[in-house]
């Protein structure tokens, strides 16, 4: 294993090794995913997978001695394991990437080395946040560092519900260490419990939860426990900075997590739909259950070139990225979950398995919710974009040239990794300029003309309202009507990603795994077909009035939900082969 693999060879490997999802035999199979699920466990052998191929290093920057490179790439590889269990994906490493992002962003040279050495020895780190800038806290308990008179702090205090309590090694924690107002009221402290002396720091003992049955989730407290001075990450009072620049990076994986598990969930009624009766006729006959699976593929395609711009911008537009990775954050999980719902009508009674063929859909579905909420819930992300749009108002929308091409690429190289560039207000908005551009160049004859027309006169009545806020008027960015109006604009960025992914297509931009199916891939994302249902689709839900649907892509587009079901493909953007 070398870090000049490629990641195909990577997501390939992670695939093989878990083997068949619906194989009976597979020790790491459904039915042994949901014995374990219901037990509360991870199965057997799940997490020694994962060992040997050195899932760890994936969240440790290169330079640290991990594979960790390219945000995209990282959203891909989670995505064999989240597709099976999302307990696994979060407790094993995914969690501990969230944990170490504080340390990659803003810690010494000492503390990143620390961290790389804990998860390369196969070590886990967890998170301790405060509940100032988190919305999804249990109960509201913090820690609190103060001075110990000797350059060092005593901690002390809870915290009820943490990821991986009881089996990390390493800690970060978002501690009280000043009593001074705005955000200058917490600290960040990296920790080995190791070394910390004993009886100083307990397990409060485990929760349980609806979804994630699987994952740790525990309690700790301390009382009066010592803690050096270099245990500090930045500076004193960085806490609450650290967690929105910490926000930039996490949001972007998001999707790639929902739809992970969409993705087995699609396929499982896809699977029921396809199979045939007695009778000769099959659920697929019935135009509803078509339009269910298609809308469901379209809103997998969707949320994937989200998670494609998301983690592509903090690499080539880190001052624009703000924004798009919130959109992103707040736009697949809704997107989803109302397709999880639609899918539920089509399954039936079979919604309610257990175990079984359709046991995972359920499983899948419990999950989402709170694979879905992250480290801050669907109102922090769009009070994360509000503040940015009056500027966008007044000087980006209809004036911003397009972003690079690079930014829609599903392969090619990036700038390097740099995960404390990222700025926390973006100053211009070229990924809403795709749109403009669009739909400027687009002939009348085409398909694509009437709902790029519609999208962009959307966005010239966001450009009117958000103009019309005076700067400094935050009570109008805090109102109902103006949330509704930021899942409007986290809705128009959705289209522009789906159209300069489908636009990179058609200048050679591959969108095959490298595996063989490759050329089929590339084939769909080419054909104008998807594109213009997934734009339908987006209009619809805006309230857009647009001509039909033409029907040639209505069946180009469930067709391809078959061919990947039959052919064991992923139903992302790259049409991965499954095991």
Known sequence: MTGAERPEERIDRLERAFGPLEEPGNPLGQDA???????????????????????????????????????????????????????????????????AVPVWTAGRAEQRHRAARLLLG????????????????????????????????????????????????????????????????????????RELPAGRLRHLGRHTTTGMRSAEFGGLEAVDCPVPGEALIGGAGDGYALSLRSSLVIRGLIPSIVLSGADTALRTVAGFAARGRADGRSPLDGRHVRSVLT????????????????????????????????????VAPKLVAESMDALSAVLGEGTFAEDGRYGMFRKHLRDLPVTSLGHAGSAGRQVSILPQLPFFARHAWFSDPAPPPALFRLHGPLPPLDLSSPALLGG????????????????????????????????????????????????????????????????????????????????????????????????????PAWVTAALHRLCHRLGLHLPPLPEEAGRRVVAEVLARLHGRRSYDLYGTALA
């Open 428 to 527: 211009s908005d070229p990924l809403a300029a795709t749109l403009v551009e669009g739909a400027a160049g687009e002939p009348a004859d085409s398909p694509l003309y009437a709902p790029l027309t519609a999208l962009t006169g959307e966005l010239r009545e966001l450009r009117k309202e958000f103009a019309a806020v005076e700067p400094g008027d935050r009570a109008a960015l805090v109102s109902s009507y103006s949330f509704g109006l930021a899942d409007r604009y986290a809705l128009l960025l959705t289209a522009a990603a789906c159209l300069g992914v489908w636009r990179g297509q058609l200048h050679g931009d591959g969108g095959g795994d490298g595996g063989g199916d490759g050329g089929r891939a590339d084939a769909f994302l080419a054909d």
């Open 33 to 99: 995913l949901l014995a374990a699920d219901a037990r509360g466990e991870i199965p057997p052998g799940a997490e020694h997978v994962l060992d040997e191929q050195e899932f760890n290093a994936e969240f440790v920057p290169a330079p640290l001695g991990g594979r960790l490179d390219r945000l995209d790439v990282l959203g891909r590889v989670l995505r064999p394991v989240f597709r099976r269990d999302a307990s696994l994906g979060f407790g094993y490493g995914l969690n501990c990437f969230f944990s």
């Open 295 to 330: 809308g469901a593929f379209l809103d997998q395609l969707l949320s994937d070139c989200l998670a494609l711009v998301a983690t592509r911008a903090l690499h080539v537009l880190p001052r624009s990225m703000s924004a798009y990775a919130a959109a992103a954050a707040y």
């Open 122 to 193: 196969g070590d886990r780190i967890a998170v301790a946040r405060h509940e100032v800038a988190h919305g999804n806290d249990f109960v509201r308990d913090e820690f609190a560092a103060a001075p110990d008179g000797a350059g060092g702090f005593l901690l002390s205090g809870r915290k009820s519900v943490i990821a991986n309590a009881a089996r990390a090694a390493g800690l970060v924690v978002f501690a009280r260490t000043s009593d001074a107002p705005g955000g200058l009221s917490h600290s960040v402290l990296l920790l080995d419990r």
